[in-house]
C-alpha cells in the first residue's frame, strides 16, 4: 500500500517509522536471502540491462543498491538472450541464494523471436 506509515520502537527504544513502498520504482519479484545480519533483495528485470538488479538492508527497510547480476553483454548475447528481446519477456522470477561464500542467482530468460509468437524458457545460474 503505497502511502502507509508504521511506527514502533526497537529495543533501544529508538523511534522506527516508514513508508511503503520501502524501495520504490520497479522492482518486482523480490528474492530476498539473508547471510549474517544482512538482508540481500534481487528483483526480476525483464528485457532491461544491465539486469537482475542487486540491493542490501540491515533492517529491511533501508536498502542500498549494489550492483547486478547481469552486468556483462556477453552475459546476454548467447543463450540468455536480450539483445532483441519482446518487452514481456527476458529475465523473470529469479531466486537469490548465498552457500558457503558465494552468492548464486537462479532465474529464467523468457525469449521469443522477433515475429514469433512462440518462443523457449532457458534457465540458468549466475
Not at 518486482?28 to 528483483?43: A, K, M, W
Not at 548475447?77 to 548465498?98: C, E, F, M, T
Request: glycine share 10%; aromatic share 12%; net charge negative.
Amino acid at each position: 500500500m503505497a502511502g502507509y506509515s508504521a511506527a514502533g520502537a526497537d529495543a533501544a527504544g529508538h523511534v522506527k517509522t516508514f513508508i511503503n513502498p520501502v524501495l520504490p520504482g520497479g522492482f518486482p519479484d523480490p528474492s530476498i536471502c539473508r547471510v549474517g545480519d544482512t538482508f540481500y533483495l534481487c528483483n526480476s528485470s525483464f528485457e532491461y540491462f544491465p539486469g537482475l538488479p542487486i540491493h542490501r538492508s540491515k533492517d529491511l527497510v533501508n536498502w542500498e543498491w549494489v550492483g547486478y547480476g547481469l552486468h556483462r553483454r556477453e552475459q546476454v548475447s548467447g543463450a540468455v538472450n536480450l539483445i532483441d528481446v519482446k518487452s514481456d519477456d527476458g529475465i523473470q522470477a529469479p531466486s537469490l541464494r548465498y552457500h558457503k561464500g558465494t552468492f548464486y542467482i537462479i532465474t529464467t530468460c523468457v525469449y521469443r523471436p522477433p515475429d514469433i509468437d512462440e518462443g523457449t524458457c532457458t534457465n540458468f545460474i549466475i
